[in-house]
Every structure is written in structure tokens, then in C-alpha cells.
């Protein structure tokens, strides 16, 4: 009998039990993906934003393969709850939208990463894309490419406010608008939208990171007028990313630009947990353990032995590693090891015969694989080899004893965006709730093996 740590999933069908197993069969690990959970924290932001008829809409943030939940069916999820656009930076994933059947008449589409001579230009203005524009030799290749295509291309002028990254500057916005102003005239370019990033919006307690944002918006609304003055007002602004979408409403705008709240997170723990602001969690990662043996007091344990076994205990072997993406970082020192600090390692949740307990990972994380003290003899604690274990999930309850992906951001170091988007492919991810979150016509754009 093998415990696990997972709660039930709620398999749509026999196939889906099916395709669970097939999963653990392929890899001993697995992303389980809430499709509910992305459909209702989208719903939750649209709502934050005054509802689908506020004059703000809102765009899922899709880039980094959903931040590591699969890019297309965390953008059905999005758009089933009720965004109306979707964002990428990289162009090569906003084509992947289109290719995947997500046309025009459903959402926009926004990217804004590209350089060099090389860019897809032509395909993303056929593929009716939004692109940003930021640079003078971004407006050239965006206006060449609609010519060519003989089709105007919608832009969004990207302004830096302060972030330091994309978008021009104060000084060199002339220039910009010099550029702008006949393709706008000349009907060579849609000026659609004017846009920037925040920097330190995930901070409202610190009085000095909100008189920066406030920095920022003033400098951003201070673009707009140079727009408007030159007789290119932007039709849509759009600023806030969601730490802004939800402690800042006055620069919601027309449109917002929520990642991480899709996926179920705060920016930032400092802002409080998910469950403050009604957001939940979508992934679930869990793996079955490997090995699990009786060990000595003193045993050293993994790589450069910077943890050694306090007493007679046993181990078992979780089998991620860095290769996987779990951050080398969260790893677990003691005193007794060759480092002498004590460290504790990014948490992992067990069934026991007792109930649930929370063990951290013990010495190196290694290629492959890392290694749980279980504090404990497994064969008391009911623990065996092939048992479910669990890295983080929707944070249940305090009582619950049950991680997130912003306790393993604590563990290495780290934020719960780094730990989602380094999880690699080998690992399956899986999707429950799929077939009640997506109409049939939505469901065939899946791989038909990840839904469960
Ligand atoms: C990633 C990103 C966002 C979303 O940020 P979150 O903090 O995940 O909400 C918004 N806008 C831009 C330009 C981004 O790069």
C-alpha cells in the first residue's frame, strides 16, 4: 500500500486514470495543472478590474510557456476566464497561439521581445499579432514588414517610465515620435497602445518603492501627452502587472497585464500569501519516491557531505534534481556536515501512517535526484518506496502542512516565478478539470495524453 501526499485528483474519465498512470509510467514526477484554478484567478482579475464592462480588460500573461504551466492551455484557461488578451515576449510563443488555432476573432495577442535583423516581422503582422515597439530600429522593421505585406500593422510604443529596459527614453522619444507620426499618417502603423513595466510594484510597504512607482506613472502619463500632443494618443494605455492589478487601481488604465496572479501566486510574499488576495495556486508538482533504506547517526549524505545524519534514521530518495529545474540552491545543510551551517532545504510534504509531515531536502541537490531525511525509521512511519510525495501545491491551510512553489523560492534563494519556469519539459505536465474548463472545440487543441 503506497501513501500519498497529493490530495485526489478528479479524473474527468477512465481515460484520464489512464493517462495519470501512462504519466508515472514515463516519469516518476509530475506538474499537475489546475485548469479551474487558472480559469477562476482570471475570473478574480477581470473582477478586480470592475468586470468585463469597466473599460479595462485584462491580458493573461502566456510567456515562458505560462510561466512553466503549458502555454496553450493555460491561454484556453485565461481566455475561458474571460481575459481578452494574451501576452508574450518572445514572438516565436505568440505564433505558437495562432498556430495553435487561437485566431483574431478570440483575443489579441501582444509580444515584445526581438532583435537583430532576423525577426518574423512579416508573420506576426499576417498573424494579426500586436507588437511592441521600443526602439527606432524595432519602428523600421515593423513599417518594412507591414509595406511588404501591404497590411497595417498594430504597434504599441513602448516607453521606458523607469524599469531601465525596454522602451524609449524621455530624451530619445522625439526621435521616436519623428518616426511614429507619418507611419501612423500614412496608415503603415495602428498606433493601438502606449505601454511600460513597473519595477517595484510588489512593494507597497516601503514608502521609498511606492514613491518610485509613483515616479514612473507620472513619467508614463507625462508620455501619453507627448503622444497626444503629436496627434498620436494612444487608444489604450496599459501598466500594471498584478501586484499593480491588485494594489493599484487608479493605474489600471485599459488594460492590465496580470502573470503570476494567473497562476495563483503574489508577486511577492511580502505582499501576504495567495489567499489573501483570493488567488489559488494552479500546479501542483508531486514524484514518487525511490529508495528508501535505514541509515546510521552520522551518515553522510550526498554530494560534499554537508549534511550528516544527527542520528539512526532512514532516507529516501526523491527523484528531481537541477536537471529538472529544483534549484541546486535548495539545498539542506547541518552543522555536523562539511560546511558547518545549518541550512534547511527547499520542503517536501510525506504521508506518513500518522498524517502528513513536512521533510526538507537533506545535503545536495544532485542531477537527478535528492535525498530526504525522514527523521525517523520509514518502516514506523509507513513510508516506502513508491509513496507520492509532494514539492508544493495550493498551500491548503496552515494545519495542512502543505508547501508552495513561494516556500521553495524561500528554500533556494529565489522567487515562485524562477521555481515554475525552470521546471523542464521531461517533467509530464498534466491538466485537471480540462474537460469542465474548456469547450470540446478547445479541449481537441491539447495533447489528448495530458488530460486527466
Ligand atoms: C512578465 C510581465 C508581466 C507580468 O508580471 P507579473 O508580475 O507576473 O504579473 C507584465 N508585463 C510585462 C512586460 C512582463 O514582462
Known amino acids: 500500500m503506497t501513501l500519498s501526499a497529493t490530495r485526489e485528483w478528479d479524473f474527468s474519465s477512465e481515460q484520464g486514470k489512464a493517462n495519470y498512470k501512462a504519466a508515472q509510467r514515463r516519469y516518476p514526477a509530475q506538474a499537475i495543472v489546475d485548469l479551474a484554478a487558472l480559469r477562476d484567478n482570471m475570473r478574480h482579475l477581470v473582477s478586480v478590474v470592475g468586470g468585463p464592462h469597466s473599460g479595462t480588460a485584462v491580458m493573461g500573461i502566456v510567456k515562458a510557456d505560462a510561466y512553466g504551466h503549458g502555454l496553450v492551455p493555460a491561454a484556453l484557461a485565461a481566455l475561458a476566464g474571460g481575459a481578452t488578451w494574451l501576452g508574450t515576449a518572445q514572438s516565436h510563443e505568440a505564433l505558437l497561439l495562432r498556430k495553435a488555432g487561437i485566431g483574431p476573432d478570440r483575443c489579441h495577442i501582444l509580444t515584445w521581445v526581438y532583435s537583430g535583423a532576423e525577426v518574423p516581422f512579416d508573420e506576426l503582422v499576417d498573424n494579426d499579432i500586436d507588437i511592441s515597439v521600443g526602439s527606432l530600429a524595432g519602428i523600421d522593421g515593423v513599417a518594412a514588414a507591414a509595406r511588404r505585406l501591404g497590411k497595417t500593422a498594430r504597434v504599441h510604443v513602448k516607453v521606458d517610465s523607469g524599469f531601465g529596459r525596454n522602451g524609449f527614453t524621455p530624451a530619445g522619444f522625439d526621435a521616436a515620435l519623428a ?68 494594489s493599484r487601481p487608479e493605474i489600471h488604465f485599459e488594460l492590465t497585464r496580470p502573470g503570476i496572479g494567473l497562476y495563483g501566486y503574489e508577486a511577492d510574499p511580502a505582499m501576504g500569501t495567495p489567499s489573501t488576495y483570493s ?31 544527527p542520528s539512526d534514521t532512514s532516507t ?31 520542503p517536501v510534504r510525506v504521508m506518513t501512517s500518522e498524517g502528513p509531515r513536512l521533510y526538507r531536502v537533506s545535503g545536495r541537490v544532485c542531477m537527478d535526484q535528492f535525498i530526504l531525511d525522514l527523521h525517523g525509521s520509514a518502516a514506523e512511519l509507513g513510508i516506502h518506496e513508491g509513496d507520492n510525495v509532494e514539492l508544493f501545491g495550493p498551500g491548503r491551510g496552515e494545519d495542512y502542512a502543505e508547501p508552495t512553489a513561494d516556500d521553495w523560492g524561500h528554500a533556494a534563494d529565489t522567487i515562485s516565478y524562477e521555481i515554475f519556469t525552470c521546471l523542464r519539459n521531461r517533467i509530464p505536465r498534466l491538466y485537471e478539470h480540462a474537460t469542465d474548463v474548456l469547450s470540446a472545440e478547445d479541449l481537441a487543441k491539447l495533447d489528448p495524453a495530458s488530460i486527466l
Open 179 to 246: 518616426k511614429l507620426v507619418p507611419l501612423a499618417k500614412e496608415g503603415v502603423l495602428h498606433i493601438v497602445g502606449q505601454w511600460s513595466h513597473l519595477a517595484v510594484a510588489d512593494a507597497p510597504d516601503v514608502p521609498e518603492f511606492v514613491a518610485s512607482t509613483d515616479m514612473q506613472v507620472e513619467t508614463f502619463k507625462d508620455f501619453t501627452r507627448r503622444m497626444e500632443a503629436a496627434g498620436i494618443p494612444p487608444e489604450i494605455r496599459h501598466l500594471a502587472n498584478t501586484a499593480a492589478t491588485l
Open 279 to 309: 488567488l489559488k495556486p494552479a500546479m501542483t508538482l508531486q514524484a514518487q519516491l525511490g529508495t528508501v533504506k535505514d541509515v546510521e547517526a552520522g551518515h553522510g549524505i550526498s554530494y560534499g557531505r554537508t549534511y550528516l545524519t
Open 316 to 346: 529516501a530518495i526523491v527523484p528531481l534534481g537541477y536537471a529538472d529545474g529544483i534549484h541546486r540552491s535548495a539545498s539542506g545543510f547541518d552543522m555536523e556536515g562539511a560546511k558547518h551551517v545549518t541550512k534547511p532545504g527547499g
